[in-house]
């Protein structure tokens, strides 16, 4: 039997659980600063798989791919451009032996580095560079593609039509927001999640949402002013275990598993369909992450059984 479509899946109102950091774990198991993180889906790749079989081991009812920066204007960078449908294929297939028959991979795809408004990229070549990386990651294995730490619309909106046009694939596209001194929400290039979602949602988005940038707390909010704008659409959610401080000239995030946790109620209330970490979250805050979704769910039959 097919598995479902994870649009199909969240449409009977379930809540799941994606995965954590990849950056973070693969720093742990030897990367090293310089080195190509994508690589290592070749040259390391029993290590990628276990970081993709740990988090679904944790609970994760999905999890991504070693390819945030699989594309052919990050790997220039080194020397390795001509190997993007090899790291992208095995990338893939190492979180779809992970992830079985029965789990969701959802294929990382980040941004370039280009910028549109400076002129240094067209929409062209955004296009047939993220349709690059998403038809390999379909021969993979993948589900979906996650389009994520999106800024820029532009760039998304291409990254979205290229993968939904030249795959069978679904797509989810997420922002990342910052809170400005005004108390709101807005990308580095200015948008508010309105607008960057609306313009993900005319792409052909299936699932949006946000990731980065932010701890569940100020998730939340996010959630929240999506929702309010969007009532029908499915919400992914990948927050950060806090906001990153510096501690002995080392990035750190203070959030811990139980602390991170303690907010998805909240998070699930404001409308979040899909919950998930990303920078500094671990397997144990994705099985925190888990109890805390279950928790919520029984806590919930009981209350309507009481009315």
Known sequence: MAKQKITDV???????????????FLYQKGLNAGDCPDEWSLTHYDEVKYIAQSYIDAGADMVETNTFGANRFKLQHFGLHDKVAAINEAAARASREAAGDDKYVIASIGPTGKMLLMGDVTEEEFYDCFREQAVALEKG???AICIETMSDAGEAVQAIKAAKENTNLEIISTFTFDKTLQGDYRTMMGLTPSEAILAAL??????????????MERMIDVVKEIRAEFPETFILVHANAGLPLLVDGAETFPETPEIMASFVPALLEA?????????????????????????????????????
Do not use: M, Q
């Open 10 to 24: 969240l449409k009977t109102g379930k809540i799941l659980v994606s995965d954590g950091a990849w950056g973070t």
């Open 271 to 307: 409308g979040a369909n899909i919950v998930g970490g990303c920078c500094g979250t671990t397997p144990a805050h994705i099985k925190a992450i888990r109890e805390a979704i279950e928790k919520y769910g029984t806590d919930r039959f009981f209350i309507s059984l009481s009315h």
């Open 202 to 215: 005319d792409a052909g988005a299936d699932v949006i949402g946000t990731n980065c940038g932010n701890g």
């Open 141 to 143: 294995g993948a589900d």
